[in-house]
């Protein structure tokens, strides 16, 4: 009890700077053709557990919800029961993606009320949930595209330390096992929380959304990146980080620049009924050769990085603390900047729409996104989107 005491506490002065008081990242919703499914397949390839569920077996009439877990990340993966519901409009637009990047806060109906006064647009009114355990209020705000950001505030035992504890997630979860969770916690993949989640939007729109995370979520500009930083011979794109007031989460935002042939951005719209959307969770560990290793082991395929990125890399980044033979074999992606280095790869598109993906990243003092790579990057990228027919 004193434990959960002193972690809210820290959760207050954490957010104190924070107009809006964001403590955590609460979940990330997905709306999937299939949950069950789903679940097996981020649990198989991507080492999460299978922790929770509502469906029909729990009461639930609507949809099916599958919690899945791993270190402080919380995806919720969600299916609706029958053709009138909302998540089914969306996966029949849009594929499988995310919905919702939800925040807790303290006190959800008043950030959501701010969120308001500051110009965002209600995505849907305060709701509350309760039961024995405790109480629930969620209330939605609507940003780019499609997505949604929720504020969720939890109380008794619904607060954030005890679901991190395996407590249950929401009124009308229940406990999963699986023998697939029982092989994760035996074979970890290490990712330990959401690092970065990046939207793409349709070109010149960027800005717009740069301002709205600016007056609405009471964001900062973090890093500003230009069509020149991230370019090839045949496509650009323009990028800038908006952070939270305490840097709990960053948001970058990309937009199509002009290039000779289709930008990876472009590409997303195409396949993404031409709405914004979020195109990459990026997923922290502590050891990104041990994550990779182990990712690619359970058939997790990563962007493949051409051969001619490590003939030059070394001279770019200098010493770094990995073995570099292995990072080479393994075809992890490495950058530096003034205040040290970091690792990152990111996986091929996790269904068959070139839409969402994942990153994986390990950070070693610095705190951008692989500018120096992103030019290697989107050459390798350029070739996939090639051999798709999409170039
Ligand atoms: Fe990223």
Not at 130 to 135: A, K, P
Request: glycine share 8%; proline share 3%.
């Amino acid at each position: 009890m004193s434990t959960i005491k002193s972690e809210m506490q820290e959760a207050e002065a954490r957010s104190k700077n924070d107009p809006l008081h964001l403590i955590d990242v609460d979940h990330i919703r997905f709306n999937v053709g299939n949950a069950k499914q789903a679940a097996h397949f981020y649990a198989s390839c991507f080492g999460f557990n299978i922790t929770q569920a509502s469906d029909l077996t729990t009461g639930a009439r609507r949809e099916a919800q599958y919690l899945i877990t791993q270190g402080n990340i919380r995806l919720l993966l969600c299916s609706g029961l029958s053709s009138t519901e909302g998540s089914c409009e969306h996966v029949r637009r849009f594929g499988d993606g995310v919905k919702d990047i939800a925040f807790t806060v303290f006190d959800a109906e008043k950030a959501w009320e701010q969120a308001i006064r500051n110009g965002g647009e209600s995505a849907y009114d305060p709701r509350s949930y309760s039961d024995d355990t405790g109480r629930i209020t969620m209330a939605g705000i609507k940003t780019y595209g499609e997505v949604v950001h929720s504020f969720v505030s939890r109380e008794d035992g619904y607060a954030i330390p005890r679901i991190k504890d395996g407590g249950r997630f929401a009124p009308g979860f229940s406990h999963r096992t699986s023998e697939l969770n029982t092989f994760n916690d035996a074979n970890p993949c290490g990712l330990k929380y959401v690092d970065h989640c990046v939207g793409n939007v349709e070109e010149g729109k960027m800005d717009q959304w740069v301002d709205w995370y600016d007056q609405v979520m009471d964001f900062s500009l973090f890093k500003h990146f230009d069509d020149q930083d991230i370019s090839t011979e045949h496509s650009a794109l323009m990028s800038k980080v908006m952070a939270s007031g305490n840097h709990l989460i960053k948001m970058p935002i990309n937009e199509p620049a002009d290039g000779l042939r289709k930008s990876q951005i472009e590409e997303y719209l195409d396949w993404h009924d031409q709405t914004p959307g979020v195109q990459h969770l990026a997923f922290r560990t502590d050891d990104e050769l041990h994550s990779v290793a182990e990712l690619r082991g359970r058939g997790v395929d990563f962007l493949r990085i051409p051969d001619e990125y490590y003939e030059g890399v070394w001279d770019r980044v200098g010493m770094i603390e990995e073995d570099q033979q292995r990072v080479k074999d393994l075809g992890i992606l490495v950058d530096r900047d003034e205040e040290g280095y970091l690792l990152q790869l990111f996986t091929m598109p996790l269904q068959d729409r070139p839409t969402l993906f994942f990153e994986i990243i390990c950070r070693r003092g610095s705190q951008s996104f692989g500018k120096g790579n992103f030019k290697a990057l989107f050459e390798a990228l350029e070739i996939e989107q090639n051999r798709r027919g999409n170039l």
